[in-house]
Nanobody
Framework: QVQLVESGGGLVQPGGSLRLSCAAS????????MGWYREAPGKQRELVAT???????RYADFVKGRFTISRDNAKNTVYLQMNSLKPEDTAVYYC???????????????WGQGTQVTVSA
């Protein structure tokens, strides 16, 4: 009924760039905060960046100055521009969204299926 579909992951060399996208679809009335999290092998899932509907962004310290989160409310889509990538950025990146459903006006937390980002020479 509600889906988050991520795209844009892949293999990139250290210092390179990638742009992730996450599009929400389904019975959506409104989307509040959207964000990106990541999970590296053997580690817990951690916050990368979040953005409010009004565009206020918050970043984890380890990506400040390198990653930029943005969103297009008309397209129900959130983006993550990743520059100056490092091997330690290698992880599965997950999209997250707080979605108000149009069928019952309640707010639910949804996750995407994840997209692999590998930074390696």
């Amino acid at each position: 009924q509600v889906q988050l579909v991520e795209s844009g992951g892949g293999l990139v060399q250290p210092g390179g760039s990638l742009r992730l996208s996450c599009a929400a679809s389904g019975i959506i009335l409104n989307i509040n905060a959207m964000g990106w999290y990541r999970e590296a092998p053997g580690k817990q899932r951690e916050l990368v960046a979040t953005i409010t509907r009004g565009g206020f962004a918050r970043y984890a310290d380890f990506v400040k100055g390198r990653f930029t989160i943005s969103r297009d409310n008309a397209k129900n889509t959130v983006y993550l521009q990743m520059n100056s990538l490092k091997p330690e950025d290698t992880a599965v990146y997950y999209c997250n969204a707080e979605i108000v459903r149009s069928d019952n006006k309640l707010t639910y937390n949804y996750w995407g299926q994840g997209t692999q980002v590998t930074v390696s020479a």
